[in-house]
Structures are given as C-alpha cells and as structure tokens.
C-alpha cells in the first residue's frame, strides 16, 4: 500500500509539471510581468551603504573577586562574569539601549554631516528630512497617514524642547534608531557600531560620531562621582586658602606693629594669630591633597577603548542587490503563474459556469 500511494505521489507530481511545462505561455506572462515589476522596485529603491566601527572598552575589576581564569572558561559557554562582578550599572550589554534611546537620538540631530557629492556642512537632520529619497510605495503610504493623521498638538518638528516631541521627529528618532546597529561580543566584550545611509560619507561620519558619543557617555557615568567630589574638595579648598590668607595677614600686621613690644599680652596676642594661622593652614593643605586626589580619581575612572577597526568609507553598498530583487520577483512570478494554472483558472472556470448556469435557470 505505501508503495501504491508513493507511485501515485509521483505519477500526480509528473503531472503537474507536465501541466506546467504545456502552458508555458502562461508562465513566461506571468514571469515577464513580475520581472518588470521587480525591475521597478529595484530601480525606485535607493541604495544603501553601512559603515562600521570595532571597539574594545576596558572592563571595571569585579568585586567578587572571581579569577581571570574562571571568568575566561565562563566566556567560553557564553557567560560573562565581569558582567555580574561589575560595580558599574552600565556594562556593555547594555550599550544597545543607550543607542535606543531617544534621549540619546535627540542629540545627533545637529551633528554636521557632509554628503560624497556636496561638502557642505549640514546637520543629520536636514539630510534625513530633505536629501533621503524614498520609495514612492513609501511615499503614498506616507500621505496616506498624513491625510488621516490628526493636528499635532505636543510639539512643533525641529523643536529643541525635549519634553515635546513633535509626532514628526519621533518618527525620525525612529528611523534613526533603526539604522543604527550595535552587537557587543558576550565573549570578547567587543563592541560593533555600524550605521545605514543612503550616502557613504555620511553614514561613515556618523559612526564616528557614535564611538566618541558612546566614550563621552560612559566617560561622564563612570566619572560622575569623582568629579563631584572633585568640585567639592576643590570648593572647600579654595575657601580654606581664602581664610588661611586672612588668617596670614592678621599675624603678619600684628607682628610688624608689635615688633619692639615686650608686654605679655602683645605676646600671648601673637601666638593666637600665629596658632590660627598654622591651624587655617593645616586645613588648607590637608583639603589641598582631598582635591588633588579626587583628581587623580577622576583620571583613574576614566575608562579606555580601543579602537580595533576605525570608521572608513564603505565602496560597496550593503543594500540588496538589484539583480537579486529582479531574481525574487521573477521566482514570484513563477510561483504565480504555476498557482494559476494549477488551481486558481480551474475554480475561476466553475464559477463563471456555475453564473452562466444560474443565468439560464433564471
């Protein structure tokens, strides 16, 4: 029985291909009218170049105090204990987020970019709103929304005020968002920032932008502290070498008017402003050294990346090849036409006699 119902598999397979091979006409309609379909799409869809940058960021010491070795065999399953040993509340993991961010987005807005084709300086913004080109399905689709969008009553496009973000810039926020992509190695905690443009220049400055934005970020987080405590060393410091100067000016008048004098009180007088200047200085100097360390932290807090692969203009586009999507849409075509001749025309058939049939009857 089983060997009956595979003969019959393949008699009803060497069937449907004989089918398909009569009717031959059908498919190379079918095939001709979706490869100029799909010549339309490629040649309306514009084209897109990636450009990338690599980086190594240098990892915090855990305070679990796990070994190096037992963190390496851990990175061989995939698992990364610097992570989880980490004082640091932003570890690289964590870095896509950062990029997700809309906070973040806002503030690439006015970086200056410069196209292959013109030099002049103009902000992301403008070249995303005015010099991206479309597709026109995506243009149509666009005003569609627009014609049904209701008046935007949050905030104005191009507006600098973060907590009214206009429906506008938050669809750029998006599209920026989306084009830009970081991995981050679980193993070799390697960072890869890699941003899409429709222009290679473009798309290269602004992955540059990102790793210096991405050192900044992490640089201020991690230092944030330190450079608090800095500030407020620094502040104490400077009022202590304000009191200690009055303090020095005190004694150093009173010393040069009292210099013949031989009364005990002029004597007891000028050991007070002498002790009170020693005291003002001590407190000086030991606020002095707070300040200078807390400087030193700072320095001793800021992290290091190594840039592994720096940003470089990409050659080739990274988008799908043209030929590739004329490729598809011919496969789709025949997909169509093999639909059509096998079941689709046969029950299109029916119906019209089953009507004609209805027709008569009536």
């Known amino acids: 029985m089983e060997e009956q119902k595979k003969i019959r ?15 031959w006409r059908t498919m190379m309609v079918f095939g001709a009218a979706f490869m100029l379909l799909g010549v339309m799409v490629a040649l309306c869809t514009p084209r897109e170049y990636t450009a990338e940058t690599i ?27 610097d992570k989880k040993s980490s004082v640091d509340a932003i570890y690289p993991e964590l870095y896509p987020d950062i990029f997700a961010s809309p906070d973040f987005i806002l503030q690439l807005f006015d970086i200056k970019v410069r196209s292959i084709d013109n030099d002049e300086p103009r902000t992301l913004y403008h070249h995303v709103t005015r ?20 008046e935007d009553k949050i905030g104005k496009a191009g507006g600098a005020d973060p907590y009214r973000i206009s429906r506008t810039d938050a669809e750029i926020c ?30 290269t400055i602004v992955v540059d932008t990102l790793q210096r934005r991405l050192q900044q ?11 608090n405590d800095y500030e407020y060393y620094k502040n104490l410091s400077n009022q202590a070498k304000r009191d ?6 005190k004694y150093t008048s009173f010393s040069e008017a009292t210099t013949n004098a031989q009364l005990v009180s002029y004597v007891q007088k000028g050991q007070e402003l002498e002790n009170d200047m020693q005291l003002k200085y ?8 707070q300040m200078r360390q807390a400087e030193a932290k700072i320095q001793e807090n800021t992290p290091a990346f190594t840039i592994i692969q720096s940003p470089r203009t990409p050659h080739k586009p990274s988008s799908r090849p043209r030929s590739v999507t004329v490729l598809l849409f011919i496969c789709l075509g025949g997909m169509a036409g093999a639909a059509w001749v096998l079941f689709i025309r046969e029950r299109v058939t029916r119906l019209k006699q089953q009507e004609k049939s209805s027709d008569q009857r009536l």
């Not at 598999?9 to 009717?23: A, F, G, P, S």
């Not at 998006?174 to 473009?202: F, N, R």
């Not at 200690?244 to 000016?249: G, H, L, N």
């Not at 001590?282 to 050294?289: A, R």
């Open 9 to 23: 598999k393949e008699i009803d397979i060497l069937n449907l291909v004989v089918t398909l091979i009569r009717e």
């Open 55 to 81: 980086l190594a960021p240098e990892m915090s010491s855990g305070g679990l105090g796990l070994s190096s070795n037992l963190a390496d065999m851990a990175s061989t399953f995939g698992i990364n204990l």
């Open 131 to 150: 010099e991206t080109r479309l597709p026109f399905w995506t243009i149509m689709i666009e005003s569609l929304k627009n014609l049904l969008k209701k």
């Open 174 to 203: 998006e599209g920026i968002s989306g084009s830009i992509l970081c991995l981050v190695d679980k193993k070799t905690s390697e960072i890869q920032i890699s941003y899409t443009a429709q222009d290679p220049l473009v798309a």
């Open 217 to 227: 970020y992490i640089t201020a987080y991690r230092t944030q502290k330190a450079r």
């Open 244 to 249: 200690f100067e009055r303090a020095r000016d």
């Open 282 to 289: 001590d407190s000086y100097k030991g606020l002095f050294t």
